[in-house]
């Protein structure tokens, strides 16, 4: 046998081994995220159909609504991050997403009705309604459509209507590219791209490049932390296409009683900031926090955010002005 052939043979053998151990490793990491998946929720059964939840924490209840790429487990992650420990927080797994099924009717005034149903199968009465990105559409919906469960209402870098600059993502910089990985669900895919391109991921959730590489170790591995909690993609896609389509219908905010507060960046490349401003100028009483840098997670105010909804929930009389000692989680 020549030489060449030999070495073409030796190549081939470990390009084989290399390919093998890749796919051998996605293979056990996809498992185990489709295991904590299947594992964490739990399934009510309502007045409308089954729904998927997870909770977490005692205290006041707090309605967790996630945003797109979601589930239950982005919205405990989601509480925990922007409001606090000190809660009862019921996150809900909207149409589509994980456990959830999808529905004849996937409007958010929909998911807000089966928000509802949730909420009396739990025998909650009242809740702090939290809507993060594309979750504040059918908590606006919420607030209009179930005013008694609400007593207070926090959109944070809402995905909501805007009436002059709606809320997209930046084309180009391979996004096209991202967006069909999303709605294709390929999991496998953006496995590798967390692997050799965390970059283009970490700018499809929103965040600008400059502020991930200048923040805090700790606010970088939350970023690719949401990033990985993406996967598995394939349980997830469905709600991801319900979720892109745009909010171009009005609500009428004007409407909305509980008090409001709404929160935002203004390098967020989801540009959700003048749907928080439009939010906080037709909500009676809404007040609008705008950081000038963030991107769509808020990094480096996570803290500030806490904050700013103690002294907002503590105003309203929903809170206590000081928080109880800290508690584990279960």
């Known amino acids: 046998m020549r030489r060449s052939t030999v070495v073409v043979f030796l190549m081939a053998g470990v390009l084989i081994l290399a390919v093998s151990a890749v796919y051998l490793s996605f293979g056990a990491e996809i498992s185990r995220m489709r295991a904590n998946t299947e594992s964490g929720g739990r399934i009510a059964d309502t007045s409308i159909g089954r729904m998927e939840y997870a909770e977490r924490g005692a205290g006041v209840a707090l309605l967790s609504i996630h945003g797109a790429g979601g589930g239950y487990d982005q919205g405990l992650d989601n509480a925990l991050d922007l409001v606090g420990e000190h809660f009862r927080i019921i996150a809900p797994s909207r149409f589509g997403y994980l456990g959830s099924a999808i529905p004849f009717d996937t409007s958010p005034a929909a998911q807000a009705d089966a928000f509802a149903a949730l909420l009396r199968t739990l025998k909650v009465r009242k809740a ?97 932390h949401v990033v990985a909690n993406i996967e598995p993609l394939s349980r997830r896609f469905r709600g991801i296409n319900i979720d892109s389509h745009q909010a171009d219908r009005r609500p009428p905010l004007e409407k909305i009683r509980a008090p409001t507060l709404t929160i935002s960046a203004r390098d967020d490349l989801f540009n959700t900031l003048p749907a928080a401003q439009f939010a906080a100028s037709t909500i009676p009483g809404a007040k609008l926090i705008a950081y000038p840098t963030g991107g769509h997670l808020l990094i480096g105010h996570g803290s500030d955010v806490r904050n700013v909804v103690g002294k907002f929930l503590a105003a309203n009389g929903i809170v206590s002005a000081e928080p109880p000692a800290a508690m584990s989680q279960p």
Not at 160 to 184: D, H, K, M
Not at 212 to 219: G, R, V
């Open 128 to 224: 702090i309604v939290v809507g993060v990105s594309a979750g504040a559409r059918s908590a606006v919906e919420f607030a209009l459509r179930h005013p008694d469960f609400v007593s207070a209402l926090i959109l944070i870098v809402p995905g909501s209507y805007a009436p002059t600059s709606p809320v997209s993502i930046q084309a180009g910089r391979g996004n096209e590219f991202v967006f069909w990985l999303v709605n294709a669900g390929a999991d496998f895919v953006w496995w590798a791209m967390e692997k050799c391109a965390p970059s283009r991921l970490i700018r499809f959730v929103g965040v600008p490049p400059d502020i991930f590489a200048t923040a805090s170790e700790a606010e970088r591995q939350r970023v690719l």
